[in-house]
């Protein structure tokens, strides 16, 4: 019988990858997509699209509403979205994004019975978020596992980051040969209600290097 596993689906390139490995490695995949009124949030259309793909067998969506966090571009559309290379933390960081994330698959999980849950970090090619380091997904699961009923009687929650040492060409490599259609997906930070990527940001420069590098065309359609 196959386990059941929460993967956070985005609607990007890293999140559909993500979904693609569990699915490989035999997971009863329950997809979750947070809607946080994030600028971009024509990624959550992806995330149905996506979903459907891999015929998940549940897709949640939940909405966060995060617009009051006027620190990150991301909620604040009144902060410009950087279209050059930043110097430290960018400014399309939002404050605690993954840990409310992961806080929501935490929950489900163990509402279904299940103890494994799949995030698409990566701390290779990526923005520099905290919230994607190896560190940090080791001291969440820590604390899942002080957290939850089923962690306290023995049953341990697991957090599966199979992306984290790959970099944008290894990922790509591997949704390719997984059957990722990486058209369905969208990797924008401003993309259009059309869909249609900036192909500017540090998001859209991260993808098309990537396909660059993996010598694939790429399929985003941009503004």
Known sequence: MSKKAIILLSGGLDSATTLAIAKENNYECYALSVNYHQRHNYELIAAKKIAKYFSVKDLKEVEIDLSWLNSSALTNNSLSIPE???IGIPITYVPARNTIMMSLAMAWAESIDCTDIFIGVNAVDYSGYPD??????SSFQKMANLA???AVEGDLVKIHTPLIKLSKKEIILKGIELGVDYSLTISCYQVSSEGLACGKCDSCRLRKAGFKNAGLPDPTKYL
């Open 84 to 86: 050059n290379l930043s």
């Open 148 to 150: 939850t009923k089923k």
């Open 132 to 137: 994607c380091r190896e560190e940090y997904i």
